[in-house]
Every structure is written in structure tokens, then in C-alpha cells.
């Protein structure tokens, strides 16, 4: 459908591995990626693209009303697929205003440079804006017969980072129904994978194990997460920006709920067997006080995707933690004493 493609935040985890997956599969297409490189995003990511055809880097805030203009009077920007966000919930809690300014004005500030953009080149409704967000938007599950959230379930925030996600899509719908624009949003589960920044969960619990430090979790460890393997994520977001319908929403999940214990006690299981020590890195697992408002249990119903856009999951979380966890202890051998 689109030729010339604004990435946003691609310096970050999962848009950086969006660039590679669509570089390899429409080399023809032109990616422009903004990312304004802040403490998570990495030029590390993408060093195998930043020289490569058909691929500009721009280092800018998506909150920059002149800088996100300029884009589009330059390029014909044909799509825009928004990734760039603060995204740990941590950070969130402890200050809230980089939240608002990236999330949610950064996200005002594309959609109207688009509206326009596309409105002046007569192809404001053909044109596409895909929202990338997060099932945090739909709240909290209870453990045992919560169900799951599905496309209709009403949004209910718990936390500044899951309320920053809803007021940008809550935008992004707002701009399809007011303006005709041609928008649609993709709520995923928690992605995994290489290349994540170290301060999310499953890289802490690998460096600190590495390090033989104590592995840090939260509460009595129970809360419940579905892991999605990142490329898995990228090709469902190459159907959704390709074939889904405009104003509509699409859920995509791993099918991998796991507690956060499970997932600690894996890792080891798997570090055990790679760099085996003396005693079992699940010696070092430690339970901490639990972060404030920690939702319980995230699980979304993707069978939308699945029936209407036939799209699933190829990565087994067997198959996936594996080579996750081989990936960061690679990247630690090159640096460890
Ligand atoms: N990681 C997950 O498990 C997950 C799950 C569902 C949805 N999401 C969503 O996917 C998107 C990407 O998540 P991620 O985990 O890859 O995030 P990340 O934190 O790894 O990367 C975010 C990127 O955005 C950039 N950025 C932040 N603010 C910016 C701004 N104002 N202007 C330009 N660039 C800016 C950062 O420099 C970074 O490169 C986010 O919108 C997030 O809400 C993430």
C-alpha cells in the first residue's frame, strides 16, 4: 500500500526490529525513522540499516510541531506507524510528565502534521496512521477466571503509563472520526526478545543473574503476563498497517500467560545450563515490595487478528526464551571481565 513510511521511535526495542523486518521484506519501500534517542533508544539497534538504501535517520522529538512539519513537507510520507513513547512503567510512577509530553501531545503533534499533510495531497482518507499500544490500556485481570480482554473491553488504565497510551489512542480514534483519516490501533501483549533495554524485566533478571547479583521480583511474584515474541508482534503489525480496516482495533497476544515467578525460574533453568556455576541462579531469586498499583494479570482475546487477518504466532515461548536469553548472554561474554 505505502511506499515511504515515517517510523516513530525506531531506535527503541520493537520499532527497531519492525525496521528490519520490513527493510527485508519490501526492500523497495523508503523508511524515514524518528526517534529523539532518549535513555531507551539505541543507534546500536539499527547499526546493520543506518548506511543502507532507502533508509533516513532523523534524530528529533515527535513533540517538535516544526521539526514533525518539515518532515512531511520534505518527504511524501505515505504512512505512519507510531511506536515512539516513554514506555516503562516504573519511570512513570515516579514522574508522569514525560509521559504526557511524548505519549500523548508527541501523538497530537503527528496526527495533525498528517491530517494535513494528506489532506493537501487529496488522500487524507487512503492514507494510513497505525497506532502501536499496549494492552495495559484495558486494566487489570483477576488471576483465576478473569477472562480476557477483548476489542470491546473499555479502557481502565491503572497506572501514568497505561493512562498516557489511552489518551493517545483516544486521540488517534478522535482524528479517524472527526477527520475521515484513515487510522487504526494494535493493543499487543508484552513483547520479548533481543535488544530489549536493560531495565525491563527479563534483562534484569538475566544481568543481574550474570552478575551474581539478587534477582529482583515484585510482590510474591504471581502477577501474570502473555509474552509475545517481538518479530511475531512485527508481522502481525505488517498485516494490521496492510490489511486492516480503518478505525478498527486489532489485539495481538503470545498465548504464553506466565507468572513473573515462572519466568524467573525458566531463565535460570535456561542460564543453568548455558553458564552453569555453583549453585542454581535461582538461588538469587529475591522478592521485593511490590510497585504500586501492579496490575495482576494482562491476557488478550487475538482471535480477531486470527480469523479476519490470519494472522499467528510462530515463535514457541520454549523456542523464543531461548534464544533470548542466548542473545544476552552473548552480548555480556563481549563485555564481562
Ligand atoms: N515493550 C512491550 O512489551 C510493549 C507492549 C505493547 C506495546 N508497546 C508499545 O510499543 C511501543 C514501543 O515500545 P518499546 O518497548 O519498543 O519501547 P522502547 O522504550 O524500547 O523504545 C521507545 C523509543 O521511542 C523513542 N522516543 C521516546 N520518546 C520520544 C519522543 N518524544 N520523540 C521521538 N522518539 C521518542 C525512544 O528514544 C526509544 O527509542 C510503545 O509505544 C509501547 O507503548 C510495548
Request: with cysteine; charged share 25%.
Amino acid at each position: 500500500m505505502s511506499k515511504s513510511l515515517l517510523v516513530t521511535g525506531g531506535a527503541g526495542f520493537i520499532a527497531s526490529h519492525f525496521i528490519h523486518y520490513i527493510k527485508q521484506k519490501y526492500p523497495d519501500y523508503h523508511i524515514i525513522n524518528i526517534d529523539k534517542l532518549t535513555y531507551a533508544g539505541s543507534e546500536t539497534n539499527l547499526k546493520h540499516i543506518t548506511y543502507s538504501e532507502n533508509y533516513d535517520f532523523i534524530e528529533g522529538d515527535i513533540a517538535d510541531e516544526q521539526l514533525i512539519n518539515d518532515i512531511f513537507s520534505t518527504y511524501d510520507i505515505e504512512g505512519v506507524i507510531h511506536f515512539a513513547a516513554e514506555s516503562h512503567v516504573d519511570r512513570s510512577i515516579k514522574d508522569v510528565k514525560a509521559f504526557i509530553q511524548s505519549n500523548v501531545l508527541g501523538t497530537a503533534v503527528l496526527l495533525q502534521a498528517a491530517r494535513d499533510a494528506w489532506n493537501k495531497a487529496g488522500e487524507l482518507h487512503t492514507r494510513r496512521f497505525h497506532q502501536v499500544s499496549t494492552d495495559e490500556v484495558y486494566g487489570s485481570l483477576e488471576l483465576d477466571g478473569g477472562g480476557k480482554f477483548n476489542e470491546q473491553t473499555p479502557y481502565d488504565p491503572r497506572n501514568p503509563y497505561s493512562a498516557s497510551k489511552s489518551g493517545a489512542d483516544m486521540l488517534v480514534k478522535s482524528f479517524g472520526h472527526t477527520y475521515g483519516m484513515n487510522v487504526v490501533t494494535s493493543s499487543s501483549s508484552n513483547n520479548y526478545g533481543p535488544g530489549q533495554h536493560a531495565e525491563k524485566l527479563i534483562p534484569t533478571i538475566i544481568s543481574n543473574a550474570l552478575q551474581g547479583n539478587s534477582i529482583p521480583i515484585y510482590g510474591d511474584g504471581k502477577n501474570v503476563r502473555d509474552w509475545l515474541y517481538v518479530t511475531d508482534h512485527c508481522h502481525a503489525l505488517d498485516m494490521i498497517f496492510h490489511h486492516g480496516n480503518a478505525l478498527e482495533k486489532y489485539n495481538v497476544g503470545g498465548g504464553n500467560e506466565k507468572t513473573n515467578i515462572e519466568l524467573a525460574m525458566t531463565i535460570c533453568d535456561i542460564l543453568d545450563h548455558l553458564r552453569p556455576g555453583h549453585d542454581s541462579y535461582k538461588e538469587l531469586i529475591t522478592f521485593i515490595g511490590d510497585r504500586k498499583g501492579h496490575d495482576r494479570r494482562y491476557a488478550v482475546d487475538d482471535s480477531k487478528i486470527k480469523t479476519t487477518l490470519g494472522w499467528k504466532p510462530f515463535t514457541t515461548f520454549e523456542t523464543g526464551i531461548h534464544k533470548t536469553v542466548e542473545w544476552y548472554v552473548e552480548q555480556w561474554e563481549k563485555i564481562a571481565p
